[in-house]
Every structure is written in C-alpha cells, then in structure tokens.
C-alpha cells in the first residue's frame, strides 16, 4: 500500500491549508485512515482520523474546531481540512492507514497501531 499526501505549504497564522492523502495498491481494505504530525524535537502526534465504516471521526484536542477530516469522492482519499491555523501547528504532517481492521478506538493515537505511512508534507504557520 502507498499513501501520496499533498497541500502542505506556508500559510500565515489565521489561514487554512487543505491537505489530502490517496491510498494506493493492491488488493487492500481501508478500515481507518488518518493524520498524524511532527514537530522538530517532538514525537509524533495524532490529529484526526476518519473510520471509513460509519464515517465517525475522531481528533485531537487541540484541533478540534479548527480541523476538518473528510473523504473525498475518489476512493481511498481522504482530505484534512486546516481553518485558523495556529504557529503552533507547524509540523510535517503524515497520513496514516489501517488495512487490518486492528484499531480500536483507544489506540486511535497510537502511531504503532497503524498499518503504512506516507511521507510527510511540511506545514508552516508563520505568527
């Protein structure tokens, strides 16, 4: 399984970025797909997540009001819509995703539980 993400950029503080994140391969099922984000010096850090079943969405605190996870209409793709961003949410913004259906909500933000990874895309919020 591939994930391509796209969108990051720089932005000032109070601007929205769209990012989006196609899964690709073979023979596959999407049970989850989701966003993680590093900052330099930090640990990877979980920001949404969108359970493809139901469409049930899930974020972190300190996102949450500001960032939009959403489906597209392509299959696999899921976009993150970021609204009044912060300095604070500069990072390098990674989608994630579950194939193997083991993610329960508790282990949402657990980076380990997710099955691929794409390769980041750097989103800078300048103050």
């Known amino acids: 399984v591939q994930l391509q993400a796209s969108g990051g950029g720089l932005v000032q503080a109070g601007g929205s970025l769209r990012l989006s994140c196609a899964a690709s391969g073979r023979s596959f099922s999407v049970h989850h797909m989701g966003w993680f984000r590093q900052a330099p010096g930090k640990e990877r850090e979980f920001v949404a997540a969108?359970?493809?079943?139901?469409?049930?969405?899930h974020y972190a605190d300190s996102v949450k009001g500001r960032f939009i996870i959403s489906r597209d209409n392509a299959k696999n793709t899921v976009s993150l819509q970021m609204n009044s961003l912060k300095p604070e949410d500069t990072a390098v913004y990674y989608c994630a995703i579950d194939t193997s259906s083991r993610i329960i909500l508790s282990a949402i933000r657990i980076p380990s539980m997710w099955d691929y990874w794409g390769q980041g895309t750097l989103v800078t919020v300048s103050s």
């Open positions: 969108l359970r493809f079943s139901g469409g049930s969405t």
